[in-house]
Structures are given as C-alpha cells and as structure tokens.
C-alpha cells in the first residue's frame, strides 16, 4: 500500500468504483425484494419483549387497527344528525377511500341468530343455566313448561320440537346481554346512533382502502375524508363531524412532521448559504459540500435498500443528520486551503489535516456503531444511515477534495483566508467539567430514565375533540388488549376462556368495565362438552315434556341425537353473519400455522393485574402499548447508555493512543463534559434522559469529539475558524429541529443544540495558545 | 305507455287485496280518534287476561290465563295462574321473571337496543301513547261503528325483524292485543275486567323483587 503522504495511494476511479458498486446492488434488491416505505405512527414504535410469531399476530392486529376507523356525526336533534350521517356516507362511499364503509351494518338480524341459537342450543348453555338443571333437572323441566305458558318469552317458541325444554331462551338472553354489552349504538332509522346527555350521535364504520392509508402516495384518502367532512359541516352548522383511528392521527402526524421538517430545512439551508457567502465571499465550498453530500446520501440510501425491506420514513428525515457532517468535512478542508499558502496543492492541504480527518472519522463512527446494537429497527436504520454516509463523506474528503481543491478556489479576501487573531483564554476545561458534574449531581434525585411514550404525541386540536366527542359516544376511553395463541381455533379459545374467567373476576371487583372476545360467542369445545352433559341429564323428563308440548317421535330422536353431540361443534365459522361481523377485527385467525385471537379490555384501572394473568399463562401477551413501549423504551435506552459508556471508553484509549495520555486525558475531559453539562441542564429544563435525548448525546459526543481534534491537531485560527463555522453550520442543521412540534425531533434538537454549544465552549476552553 | 298500463293493470288489481284487509292508513296525530283513545283509562289499571300463543307450521297452542296489571311509570306485569303459575314484569329497562316458587331472574336490559324497543312500544301501546306510536310504527285503522282495529307496523328496523305487526281491537274498552311475530308465530291477549285505579304498594312491590 501507497503512503498517505504520497498522495498516490489511492485512485479516484477506485473511490468511485465503491458507491456505483453500492448502488447497482442497491437496484438489483430493490428489484428483487421492493421496499415498503413505512409512515405509520405505531411502526415507530419498539417490537416489545415477545415471540416472532406473537409480534406477528400484533402486527396483524395493529394493520386492522390502522385500517379501522369510526367516523361520528352528532348534534342535538336526531333528524338533522340522521340527514348529515347520511349526505357524508355517500359521499364516503363515492370517494373509494374505503374497502368497506356502513352506517347500519351492526343491526342485528334477530331471525339470523336465532336460527343459529336454536340449531347449536345444546352446546351453548352457560354455566350458570348448567348449574341449575344438574342440580335439579325435574324442576327445571318444570320451569320450562311454565316459560313457554308465561305472558312473553324473549325467545321464539317456533323451535319446540328441536328444544322441548327451552333452553334456547336463557342462551337467548345471555346473547343479547352480550350483544348489548359490545356497543353502546343501537340501529335507529337506518343509521346507527346513540344519545347521551341530549346529544345524538351517528356512527360510520369504516375499513380504509391500503392506497388511502398511504401518506406517501399522491392519493391518500385521509386528507380528502376531512374535506368531507368540513363540507357536511358546512351544509349542516349544527351538526359535528369526529374521527376516530389510528389512521387519522397517523396521518396527521406524519404529515405534520413531514411539512415541518420540510420548513426547518429550507430555513437551515438558507442560512447555512448566506453565512458560506458573508465568510468565504465565494461558493465554491458550497460545491464541494454538494459534492460530499450528493455521494454520502446516495450511498447511504443505497446501503439502507442493501439492509433493510421496511424503511420508516421517519429514518430518512433523521438521514439529514449526513448534511452536518459533509459540511463539517468541507469546511475543515476548505479553511485548511484558505489559510495554506496559495501555491499549496489539495494534497498538502490533506496532510494537514488528514489525521484530524481520520480521527474524528473513527470517533463519530464509534458513536454512531453503538446504534447499530440496538433492537430497535429505525435505530439500526439510522446508524446504517449515518455510518455509510460519514464513510462516504470521509472518502469524499480524502479522495476527492485533494484532487479539486485549488488555490483559485480561495477568494482571499474574504473573512475565511484573512489571518486573525488568536482568542487568548484561560485553560477553562477542568472548570467547565468541574461545573457539569456539579449541576449532575445536584439533578441526581430528579435524573432517572423515563420514557412517556403518551407525552411524545400531541393529538391536534380537531383529533383531541374528536377522541373526546369518540369516548363520550362509546361510552368508553381507554382500551389495551390481549392478544391469545394456539396450536388450533379450539386451542386459543381454551385459553381464551381462561383468561376472560381470570376478567370475570376483575370485573366483579370493579377493575375493569367488561371486555370483548370471540369466546363470548363460540365456547370453547370442553364448555361446550360440559353443556351437552347437563343437557343429557334432561333427557329422563324429555317424553313427559314432549307428550305435554305434542313433540313427535322422530323429533324426540333428533333432540337425543344433537344432546349426544356426535362430534358437532359450534364454531368461529359457524356464528351468524350479524356477530361474525362484530367478531372480525378481533378473530385473526390462522397466521404461519398458529392461531390467534385478540380480547379488547375496556377502561382496566389494574392493568398489572391483568398482566400478571397473561404472564401466568402460555401464549397469552398482554399489550397495554403506552405502558409497554415506555418500559421498553426505559431498557433500550438504559441498554445504549451501557453501550455508550463502552464507546467513551474506546474513544479514551484512542486518544490517549494517539496524543499520548496527558494530551488525551485532558481531551477525553471533553466528551465527559458535553455528556455531564447537556443532561444536568436539560434535566433541570424539566426533560427527562429518554431515548431520544441519549440519541442527542451519542450525536453530540460524536460530533463535539471532532471540535477537539480538529481544534487540538490544527494550526491555530485556521482550525478555531473551521471548529467556529462547524459549530454554527451544525447548529443550523440540527439544532434548528429543537423548534420540530413533534416531541421525539424537538428533543433530539434540543439535546444537540445544547450539547453542541457545550462542546464549542469546551473547545474554546481547552484551546491555549 | 306500456309500462304505465301495467302499472295500473297492478294497482287495480292490488286494490281489492288491500281493500280486503280492512285498514286504511291513519295519521293518529291528527283528526278526532277519541273513540280509540277513549277505551284507554289512562294511569295504572288492572285486570284479566287470556293468552294464546300458536306456532307457526303447527297446530298447537299454548292457552294460560291470568291477571295483567299496568303501572304508570313501571311497566306491565302478567300473574299467569293457570296452567303454570309464573310472574313476568316488563319495565322500561329491566326484566323480572319469576316462575313458580323460585328465585326470581332480574335482567338488566338497559343495554340492550332490541329489548328497550320492545319495552317502549309495549308501554306506548298499552298507554295509548299516540304520539309516541306514530313515531314508532305505520298505523292503520278498521273500524265498523262500534268496534275498531288498530294495526301497528313498526318503522323501526331492530323491531321490525322479528314483529311483523301488532292489532289491537276493542270498543267502548281495550279488548285484545295480538303480536305477529315474523316467524310466523302468534300472540294474542284478550283482555277482562280491565280496572282504572291506583296500584297499592303491595301491587308495586314486584318492580322490587
């Protein structure tokens, strides 16, 4: 191998080989396996501690959330509700934003279920009504006679001859009591509707179509369903449209964040230009930037597309984070050049700063590799980002610039080529770490790692009403949920059953307000078995009951024969259509082999309770997705401040390997003062260490170790101006996102853009001439 | 034209069905049916009863009598005495069943659409609640001079899908309810010795069983 020194050791055809290789492979993947740019909300956030297969009935659950959504027309008269409900369901239906959309879809076909009532009645009997005829089968004989002769019976008699007994009426009304439990809307009119406190509220349902989920694509339905629904508010003023949906806030979010960003880069970049044009006179540092950026972001997406099938969208906009470091590479090799002498060439410029270059290369990538142990996805995604990008810009900055950088690139009038002079500062470092720790330490009864996943999205003002306006007309606020597993449909709903019994007796407590599954409807085959027995023990009363009812023989052997059961099972397929539509978004069925199904809870206050059932039992994973995420965000970010401390620890030895340890000591004092100083002051801020700040930290140390080095291995006021503009530019690009509305990209913003000013005051400090 | 012609063809020859069935479409909330309303006391009243119950595609039928009481504000409780004795009360949002000597079964119905339906057009029907059935049902009326017919058929679709319709007849008194189920199935309740009065506490004290 070639001497750095030489300036030959390399060839720019062989540098170019790299990203071209990079990108052809790139496309050859994307065309073999296309990637699936994702822009949900809930994929952001981490896959918490289960099975692949559990997660992927989760997943398959949160896609159906995602796609569900209720949209409410309310307002105090019922009729101009009825009529407002109805103008936005056409006009819903004609956009084709839905694969499926009613207004009266739940009402329920009273014939249709009893049909199948009385078809499966000998296995549905609930322990309840099993109890009393073992107990005393004659006087429950009885007792039937005196139902069917009573005034009224909820049930039909029409089915006599199947159910000589009536057994049907008490299945009957345990249905209905359940149906009546699912939903606090009742059909009226043709549309589903509900009042309470004198308001009248009419719900949608509908299923969205996966082109009109897309944010990305230039279709999205979600946009156009608000229009419809400003306008029908506008032709009827009293009445108000509410969504409700994950979908809606997704949306809103991701559009949010996106039109966000969009303005704080433009800003940035703006500024970022008008400050290269006041100092340098000349743009000729805003091509090599270009240069460097144009490569580093290509190789980064390219080796994004190598690694990964589903990119959040959300890792691209964090991709920006390359902008920085290309800048910081062109104006160390710019100033270098402009305070060289003329007749230096770009390979003398490179010796002077190559091993500052270098080493601050190897330290950010040590920040950045720490990413890369994380389990979460959009973390690994943005160190791929950012490790291929910088190993871009760092080749770029070897490679390239020596051979484009010319003396005629220079204006040397301007500010960047002018000689200053050098700012004489006491060696303030030692105070500045000795005031971090100090301010770390008084925080240290409020410091603790805390992730409030809740506090990270702010709901728009329209979405706020609109949730508050959906749990006033549910009748309902919060939901978590179970979601069960097993080897066959009879498999997960034994465990079903075990866990809603485990609900049952919570609910009696008042720890919770009921529940759905698909259990209340199709019981398991050993509840169902244990139906047929109690009903056998009817069986000796059955020709008294048949001769006073006028059942027939043939009849008589046909209700023997369904008590015997003879292997029939009432199950998930056999439900009518009314209560499989009710039952659907929940029923996931068969996924890779196994299958699942999902118990919706509703307002749990003892949500450790119920979690410390789920955990007693196999197969069962309980998802309280707030208070879960939290926790497991609190480990991952407890896990990367271990792997954060490793890194420091490597970056110390580095230093004291190249600069000798008095020299590397004193500089490693720095990073432990950008760490130490940014933390105290944003936890006495009142922030939290979450994970999107110790994102922030491993950034800043990564970007604030480069201050140094550069500072510490240049040749004064040329390395202050490069390490001053660094600063600047690096606060325009990532401090500027502390301004993002979006919780997790202000916090990320804010963390660097105090830690980055920290870590200029500690190269400040540290610099004596 | 030609399709015109057919659709006349089709209404003259509907006509003399519908004409058949006796009922012409009445508004109740307006014009002068005090002869209807009169048969109803109005408040709380008491009596007798004799139900009939048919099946459909069957020849049996279920006869029971007993008492029947109304209560303003509760609800309707029948006393079935013969052949079985059993008590049912049917309030505006609760069920209370109680057969022979057994406990008795308090269902809360207040969350269930369908039941609350039945509960609110069995109280308007029996209260005579005009208003309130012209909401709930298509009403029409056979009268012959001294008896009427009042058939009901609900709008409501919840309703609807498992009653077909409702008659009620009488004269100078309300004398029979009978409900058409969409099964097919029948009810019929013929009414005696209807008595306007005030109920005791004693007689309310089933509402708190």
Redesign the interface.
Known sequence: MKSLRSGRFESPLAFLLLPVLLFAAAAVMLIVRPIHLSTSFTSMIPQLDMSDDMAGAVNEFTERQNASVNLFVSGTDFNTVRSAALGLYGKLEESGAFDDLSL?SS?????QL?ASVSDNVYNLLDSGTRERIVSDPA?FA??S????????T?S???N??NDPFLLSETVW?DL??K???LT?F?????VLATEVDGVWYVMIQGTLSEKSRSLTSRDSGMQRIFDMGEKIEGEFPDVEVSYSGLAFHSYESATGAQREMTVISVVSVVLILLMFFLLCRNFHILWLFLLSLTISVGSAAAALVLFFRDIHVLSMIFGTSLIGTCIDYSIHSYICAAQSDPDDNGFCIRRKIGRSLTLSFISTEICYLVLLFSSYGILRQMAVISLSGLFSSYLTAMVLYPRIITGRMINRQSFAARPSKSLRLPFLLPWLAMAATILVLVQIPRMGIANNITSLYTPSERMFRSETVAAQALGYQDTTYAVIGGTSQNDVLEREYLFCSRLDELEEEGLLEGYIATVMFVPPQSQQELSRKAAASLLPYLDDQCDI??VDEEHKKSIIDKISGNGSWFTIGSLPESLRSMTDSISLGGIDGKYYEVVIIRNASDTSGISAIASEMDNVQYMMTAKDTGAQLDKLTGMMLRLFGIAFGVIVIVMVAVFGWRRGLRMSLAPYTILTGTVGILVLSGLSLDFFMTVGLVLIVGLGLDYMVFASSGKGSASGKAVMLSFVTTELSFGSLAFSSFRPVHIFGLTVFVGILIAYACTIGASRE | MRKITVLILILIVSFPVFAADGYTEADLTAGDWSFISGAFDGGSYTGSFRQTKTVSGSTRSFVSTGRIQIASGYGIVWYTEKPYASILAVGKDVLIQKIRDGQPTHLDMAQNPVYTQIATTLECVFCADFSVMSDTFRTYISTDGTTWSLKLIPKNKAVSSFMESMVLTGSDSFESLTLNETTGDTIKYEFSDMENRELTDEELAVWSL
């Not at chain 1, 009402?107 to 014939?111: C, E, G, M, Q, T």
């Open positions: 009266d009402s329920i076909d009273a014939n009893f006087a009885d007792d006679l005196a139902a069917i002769f009573s005034a009224f909820v039909s008699l029409s006599l001859d009304i209905l009591g149906v009546g439990t606090t009742s059909p009226r009119e043709g009812l006028g």
